[in-house]
């Protein structure tokens, strides 16, 4: 399959614990996304790389989140100190910036958040 | 700031009937996309149909067509033929073409179910 995969498919921790997801994008592709998704509500924008470089952060995005592209590929969405608010679900999404301005998100299963 | 409106939190349809499902948005652009995703159940979102806000013919994808009103920032789904596969939540989303052409801001959707 080589479409946008996302680890763990579902986490359940409890409040004041650390977590980590991770999204492998399509290859090749040079951007990557992070929305969030509450219960009954659409996506929301959380941040995005180009390549490595990691050039927008949502004032959602707050201190207690951190995001990584180390080498351009993978990304890695950590969340410190987890609070019962960040019970989402995490999707990520790529797409490939060429020419013209439009490039298609291809979204990846998601990560279920559970904070007890 | 962009915002999207789904005015029709679920709907329902019988299998091989036409079901339109409505949109609205807001904003001071005057270039931008407009999409449909569909989220299935338990499964990752894809993308329906695009529609480029330049271009005055409506988009269409097989059973799926828009109605794009730009003057009153209106973008509905038609589904034609209705099919039992087409169950799933329907999401309107904006983009900005330009400079910041990597943000989707989604509506909450709405949930379709479709009846046999």
């Known amino acids: 399959d080589t479409g946008v995969s996302q680890n763990p498919r579902h986490k359940i921790t409890k409040r004041g614990q650390n977590v980590t997801f991770r999204c492998d994008p399509i290859?090749?592709?040079?951007?990557l996304y992070w929305y969030r998704q509450t219960l009954g509500q659409g996506p929301e924008f959380l941040t995005y790389?180009?390549?490595?470089?990691?050039?927008?952060k949502s004032r959602l995005l707050s201190d207690r989140f951190s995001a990584e592209r180390p080498k351009g590929s993978f990304s890695t969405l950590e969340i410190q100190r987890t609070e019962q608010g960040d019970s989402a679900m995490y999707l990520c999404?790529?797409?490939?910036?060429?020419?013209?301005?439009?490039?298609?998100?291809?979204f990846g299963p998601g990560t279920r958040l559970t904070v007890l | 700031a962009q915002t999207v409106t789904q005015s029709q939190p679920e709907m329902s349809v019988q299998e091989a009937e036409t079901v339109t499902l409505s949109c609205t948005y807001d904003?001071?652009?005057?270039?931008?996309?407009l999409f449909w995703y569909k989220q299935p159940p338990s499964r990752q979102m894809i993308l329906v149909i695009r529609?480029?806000?330049?271009?005055?013919q409506n988009a269409t994808e097989n059973r799926f067509s828009v109605n794009f009103q730009k003057a009153a920032k209106s973008f509905s789904l038609k589904i034609s033929d209705s099919q039992l596969g087409d169950t799933a939540m329907y999401f309107c989303?904006?983009?900005?073409?330009?400079?910041?052409?990597?943000?989707?801001?989604f509506g909450k959707g709405t949930l379709l179910t479709v009846n046999p």
């Open positions: 999404a790529s797409s490939l910036l060429g020419q013209g301005n439009y490039n298609e998100q291809f």
């Open positions: 290859s090749e592709h040079n951007r």
């Open positions: 790389f180009q390549n490595e470089a990691q050039l927008e």
């Open positions: 904003t001071s652009e005057s270039n931008y996309y």
């Open positions: 529609q480029e806000a330049y271009k005055q």
């Open positions: 989303a904006f983009m900005n073409s330009g400079g910041s052409n990597y943000k989707l801001t």
